[in-house]
């Protein structure tokens, strides 16, 4: 049996908007799996949907930057967050996403061979920063999106400087119509993705297995609903349910948070019969800062004795 930890309990109490007994419980059921645990209190209607990634914390910038029909963004990860605003680390993390857009390179390996203006491969300034910074930081990621007419537009939400926050956004729309029409329709939409987290651009493009982990969830908060029932019965009871789920999370089908209800395909629709013109949402990125990683919990009196010298 692992060891239920109070900062698990924190941890999951801020993940799922549980109570501390509730996910104190759902820790010692799940043997402290703190995934598991979410859904747990989710089978029970203790929690909410929570999107663990967009929770989940790490330190450093996103980079995003365009040229005309071309865009990039890349993630550089930190150790804290005192490090984001060092002008050393900016500057790297703006230089290496202007590499990665002139190159049009995504590959991490790729990038990290790269030669950057000043002279010196990413990967060997990177280590010389962690060596003059004195903390660790690593390239995570890189993605590139383009279009043959049209624009790609960026945006970044809570901005340490141009071009650089904690989350960077893409939107590459494949149209003949100008770029009056395309830049605002684009700086809307990246701004509606940064708030709403798609998972996927369109319904078919959703990930399987989050859509079956969310089924298992369904299933098993519907027990007594379909207990008893042929298959094609309890399909249709979980039918409305699921399909709910993979529209609230494809981009094309989410409501626009503009208006809160119009789906964003129609939203691209219209803009593109108005301009006369038609638009296309071909790709799109959003980069949060540190999702998916889990951040290791320290305990700073610890940290501060040991340095202190009085742990011996």
Same mark, same amino acid.
């Given at each position: 049996?692992?060891?239920?930890?109070?900062?698990?309990?924190?941890?999951?109490?801020?993940?799922?908007? %549980?109570?501390?007994?509730?996910?104190? $419980?759902?820790?010692?059921?799940?043997?402290?799996?703190? =995934? !598991?645990? @979410? *859904?747990? #209190?989710?089978?029970?209607?203790?929690?909410?949907?929570?999107?663990?990634?967009?929770?989940?914390?790490?330190?450093?910038?996103?980079?995003?930057?365009?040229?005309?029909?071309?865009?990039?963004?890349?993630?550089?990860?930190?150790?804290?967050?005192?490090?984001?605003?060092?002008?050393?680390?900016?500057?790297?993390?703006?230089?290496?996403?202007?590499?990665?857009?002139?190159?049009?390179?995504?590959?991490?390996?790729?990038?990290?061979?790269?030669?950057?203006?000043?002279?010196?491969?990413?990967?060997?300034?990177?280590?010389?920063?962690?060596?003059?910074?004195?903390?660790?930081?690593?390239?995570?990621?890189?993605?590139?999106?383009?279009?043959?007419?049209?624009?790609?537009?960026?945006?970044?939400?809570? %901005?340490?400087?141009?071009?650089?926050? $904690?989350?960077?956004?893409?939107?590459?729309?494949?149209? =003949? !119509?100008? @770029? *009056?029409? #395309?830049?605002?329709?684009?700086?809307?939409?990246?701004?509606?993705?940064?708030?709403?987290?798609?998972?996927?651009?369109?319904?078919?493009?959703?990930?399987?297995?989050?859509?079956?982990?969310?089924?298992?969830?369904?299933?098993?908060?519907?027990?007594?609903?379909?207990?008893?029932?042929?298959?094609?019965?309890?399909?249709?009871?979980?039918?409305?349910?699921?399909?709910?789920?993979?529209?609230?999370?494809?981009?094309?089908?989410?409501?626009?948070?503009?208006?809160?209800?119009?789906?964003?395909?129609?939203?691209?629709?219209?803009?593109?019969?108005?301009?006369?013109?038609?638009?296309?949402?071909?790709?799109?990125?959003?980069?949060?800062?540190?999702?998916?990683?889990?951040?290791?919990?320290?305990?700073?009196?610890?940290?501060?004795?040991?340095?202190?010298?009085?742990?011996?």
């Amino acid at each position: 049996m692992a060891e239920i930890t109070a900062a698990a309990v924190k941890e999951l109490r801020e993940l799922s908007g %549980a109570g501390m007994m509730d996910c104190k $419980k759902a820790l010692t059921e799940t043997n402290g799996d703190m =995934e !598991a645990a @979410v *859904d747990w #209190l989710r089978t029970k209607g203790l929690a909410a949907a929570a999107k663990k990634s967009s929770r989940t914390a790490a330190e450093g910038l996103v980079g995003v930057a365009v040229a005309g029909t071309k865009g990039v963004a890349v993630e550089v990860n930190s150790q804290t967050d005192f490090v984001a605003k060092n002008e050393i680390f900016q500057g790297f993390v703006r230089d290496v996403t202007a590499i990665a857009l002139e190159g049009g390179i995504d590959d991490v390996e790729a990038l990290k061979a790269a030669k950057l203006p000043q002279g010196g491969k990413v990967e060997e300034v990177l280590t010389a920063n962690i060596s003059t910074i004195g903390e660790n930081q690593v390239l995570r990621r890189a993605k590139k999106v383009e279009v043959t007419n049209g624009a790609v537009i960026p945006y970044v939400h809570n %901005a340490a400087a141009p071009g650089l926050g $904690k989350i960077g956004v893409l939107v590459a729309l494949e149209s =003949e !119509a100008g @770029v *009056d029409v #395309l830049e605002p329709l684009g700086k809307q939409i990246a701004m509606h993705i940064a708030a709403a987290f798609p998972l996927a651009l369109s319904v078919d493009d959703l990930d399987p297995e989050v859509v079956e982990r969310e089924a298992a969830i369904l299933r098993e908060k519907n027990a007594e609903k379909i207990e008893g029932k042929s298959a094609e019965v309890a399909e249709r009871i979980l039918n409305g349910p699921i399909e709910k789920f993979k529209k609230e999370n494809a981009l094309l089908t989410q409501a626009f948070v503009m208006d809160g209800k119009t789906p964003v395909q129609d939203v691209i629709a219209k803009a593109g019969k108005d301009a006369g013109a038609t638009i296309v949402l071909k790709d799109y990125v959003r980069f949060q800062l540190g999702e998916g990683i889990e951040k290791e919990e320290s305990d700073f009196a610890a940290e501060v004795a040991a340095t202190a010298g009085l742990n011996r």
